[in-house]
């Protein structure tokens, strides 16, 4: 069940391209990661050009993703399989950034946060015992 939080800076994206990039970093996160696509939400956020900078300097354009994830669900080869691809599409959908592309996994121990107010821990602990949610 990951998260994902897409921040772009520069000329307004169409609206198929904001939904390409959230099919596309889904069907990322169910490949390589083996997240659940049902699960998997992105959210898309749009800043103006100049926006973001790099080196204190404001750039026209850039883009990042980052993604929340449970904690030791996956292996360096994986995380680091993820990061390239995710970075491959952002370059993919918008061309050269101007900054460097950030994509940043962040691994939360699962008692520390869920969905639907119930912890990933709590699932686990009833999948474990052959209850369902």
């Not at 939904?19 to 749009?46: D, N, P």
Request: charged share 15%; with cysteine; proline share 5%.
């Amino acid at each position: 069940m990951p998260l994902i939080q897409i921040t772009l800076a520069g000329p307004q994206a169409a609206p198929t391209t904001i939904q390409q990039l959230q099919q596309e970093s889904t069907r990322l996160m169910a490949s390589i990661l083996r997240k659940e696509a049902a699960l998997t939400v992105v959210s898309v956020t749009q800043l103006p050009e100049g926006a973001c900078s790099a080196n204190g300097q404001a750039v026209a354009t850039s883009a990042s993703l980052q993604a929340l994830i449970t904690a030791g669900t996956n292996s360096a080869a994986e995380k680091a399989a993820f990061i390239f691809a995710a970075k491959t599409l952002l370059t993919a959908t918008f061309g050269p950034s101007d900054a460097p592309l950030y994509v940043a996994l962040h691994e939360l121990p699962a008692d520390s946060w869920g969905y639907d107010g119930q912890t990933q821990a709590a699932r686990k602990a009833r999948q474990l015992i052959g209850e369902t949610a």
